[in-house]
């Protein structure tokens, strides 16, 4: 079950969206009365947002709003969740910490589940690890370090949370979730609760199974970690040397992280740079001064400035060097079924 406690400001947002209060859109009315009458026979109808902006759901600060927005606090909820906007023909969405997407500007027509699941259990004889996929990846590689449990250390610093990191197989400094992950519990197209091993979570760079699966969505609810012990002195201190790594090199501004995965050979931010676009602005959306593979958001930049300024960059480099830079971020539209993140 999910340990985190609701955010002060969390209680805030219900109080400013609930359901008695929500003007409905015309054209989707039937259908969210649907969702809204399976909520409240759930009793659950206090959580439910309407019209709720994702700008404050994503570390890029950009996004419109979600037709229907909630948080689940428990891998019980989050399953209700899914099954009700399935009941309700409604597209959905599983967000985490909303750390490498881009949400257009017109929002998600459909339902946004904002993941809190961030329960863990660790087996100190086997080393084995299980965390639920809400949780916090740079917590959880601090709390495992401190225990002596190698295997996470890499994940320091990275925003997100462990579902996230194992639909993209983030990784960082020679470490990536395929080498730790040793299978993933989810909730599948059939309403199923499921394991998967290890081979069949078809790790790769920067992917796996869980990207971009359409319409038959599966949702990670938790996953195994195998670890190994080593002295927490030595953790800490290659910990600190990836902490210090990351400050220099990661911009302060809002972002969503790496824009483009690296492709063979010379990395995508030296392609930018070497581009000339490093500190190339459209509208409020700029190519990071600070690391030319990351756009921020330098004031009140819109996903439309973002994506022409991604266009852009990959003309650019395409022209100059013959490479495609392929997007490492996730970009969420109205027009998109099913996505889990």
């Known amino acids: 079950m999910c340990s985190s406690p609701w955010a002060p400001a969390t209680f805030g947002l219900w109080a400013r969206s609930c359901w008695p209060c929500r003007r409905a859109r015309s054209p989707r009315m039937s259908e969210q009365r649907h969702l809204a009458e399976l909520a409240r026979e759930a009793g659950l109808a206090d959580r439910l947002l309407f019209d709720e902006p994702l700008s404050r759901h994503t570390s890029f600060r950009i996004g419109g709003p979600a037709d229907f927005f909630t948080v689940a606090e428990s891998q019980e909820q989050l399953c209700r969740w899914v099954t009700m906007a399935l009941q309700a023909g409604e597209s959905f969405l599983v967000l985490g910490r909303g750390t490498n997407v881009l949400v257009a500007d017109q929002g998600y027509r459909g339902l946004v589940i904002e993941n809190r699941c961030s329960g863990s259990e660790l087996d100190t004889a086997s080393h084995i690890l299980d965390a639920e996929s809400g949780l916090s990846l740079s917590r959880l590689s601090r709390a495992t370090a401190e225990l002596g449990e190698s295997g996470l250390e890499w994940a320091i610093g990275i925003p997100g949370t462990v579902g996230g990191a194992i639909v993209s197989n983030a990784g960082a400094y020679d470490g990536d979730m395929a080498a730790v992950v040793s299978g993933v519990t989810v909730l599948d197209g059939q309403r199923r609760v499921r394991r998967l091993g290890a081979e069949e979570l078809h790790f790769g760079y920067r992917t796996s199974r869980f990207r971009n699966r ?86 009140q930049a819109t996903a439309q400035d973002v994506l022409l300024l991604i266009a852009l960059v990959q003309d650019q480099v395409h022209r100059l060097f013959g490479v495609d830079l392929e997007l490492e971020i996730e970009i969420i539209g109205i027009s998109q079924q099913s996505l889990v993140h």
């Open 214 to 299: 359409g319409d038959r969505p599966e949702i990670i609810l938790s996953a195994e970690f195998q670890l190994e012990p080593e002295a927490p002195a030595a953790l800490a201190q290659r910990m600190n040397g990836f902490r210090a790594q990351r400050l220099a090199s990661a911009p302060s501004e809002p972002s969503a992280g790496s824009v483009f995965k690296n492709p063979p050979g010379a990395s995508a931010a030296e392609l930018i740079d070497r581009a000339g676009l490093r500190g190339k602005s459209i509208g409020e959306a700029q190519v990071s001064e600070k690391h030319a593979n990351y756009i921020v958001n330098v004031g």
